[in-house]
């Protein structure tokens, strides 16, 4: 009697560990690439999950899909067996793999990066997935929001926004004299990059007038009015302890709270939700993927 059991506790072992290693194999992350232009492919990693559902997550202004944040995402999301794509916007660059300086050549521009976004989201709809849901931290967020003013599908249910701000104001460090000279370089056919003040790059932003510009478009009001005009689900989360509050005031919570998106707030986090509140994001944004199967 005793033989028997021990056989069979190790027979039930065997089966466990064979189990973990089919489940960890179906979550073994691959990269993918498509085709930008005949010259420009970008890149992304994908994870297929057991589940209906897929998130397309995009990061933040300049980073990666290596991100810390946007680690911490994917790994919280594939544990509940979702598939998770995260693409690397290009910003020009063929399969770009390295977060850009602000002093590196900036060429691209908001409407290719929003371009690109479209183009996952039809790569996972030929993959045959119709429950879509889109991520975005910081810029990555803004980005989105716009994707889905522009380009609405159908496969779309949901869109969850973190750290959501804008990219042009006063109190963000915008310079008139920045978008003055730009404007009038455009005005005069002249591409020359230059060196602007933009969010935390200041004085050393290197690029051209036209990609300077293109992400000036993003105004604190037209995100709000953006915010009220997406027809499908919107959360936004945001850290009560994020630095910019400093910048454009605590009452952006407020004003966020007045538009059609759901507003919760992380109470101690900051615009990374970093530390332990890594943790109560990530509970968050599965709480907030979940009810798609309610």
Request: glycine share 4%; proline share 2%.
């Amino acid at each position: 009697m005793a033989l028997f059991t021990n056989i069979q506790t190790k027979f039930s072992s065997i089966l466990i560990f064979c189990a973990a290693i089919l489940f960890s194999t179906s979550s073994v992350a691959e990269t993918v690439s498509i085709p930008v232009t005949k010259t420009l492919h970008a890149q992304a990693e994908f994870v297929s999950g057991a589940s209906d559902i897929a998130v397309l997550i995009n990061h933040g202004f300049l980073t990666t899909n290596k991100f810390s944040t946007v680690q911490s995402l994917i790994n919280a999301i594939k544990d509940q067996g979702h598939s998770v794509l995260s693409p690397n916007l290009t910003l020009g660059i063929n399969m770009r793999e390295q977060s850009l300086k602000c002093n590196s050549l900036h060429t691209h521009t908001l409407e290719e990066d929003v371009t690109e976004i479209n183009a996952w989201v039809d790569w996972l709809i030929a993959k045959g997935y119709q429950k879509i849901v889109l991520l975005g931290h910081s810029s990555g967020s803004q980005e989105l929001l716009l994707s889905q003013i522009t380009h609405p599908k159908p496969e779309v249910k949901l869109a969850i926004f973190t750290s959501l701000f804008y990219l042009n104001g006063k109190d963000l460090g915008t310079l008139d004299s920045d978008l003055a000279l730009a404007k009038k370089l455009i005005d005069t056919n002249q591409t020359t990059p230059q060196k602007f003040s933009f969010l935390f790059c200041q004085k050393n932003y290197l690029a051209t007038p036209e990609s300077f510009l293109s992400y000036h478009k993003l105004t604190r009001q037209q995100n709000l009015d953006y915010l009220n005009a997406i027809t499908i689900p919107s959360y936004t989360i945001m850290g009560s302890a994020d630095k910019r509050y400093q910048k454009v005031g605590e009452n952006w919570l407020d004003e966020l709270k007045a538009t059609k998106t759901h507003l919760e707030v992380i109470e101690g986090a900051n615009h990374f939700f970093s530390s332990e509140h890594e943790f109560d994001l990530q509970d968050k944004i599965n709480e907030i993927i979940n009810t798609l199967n309610n």
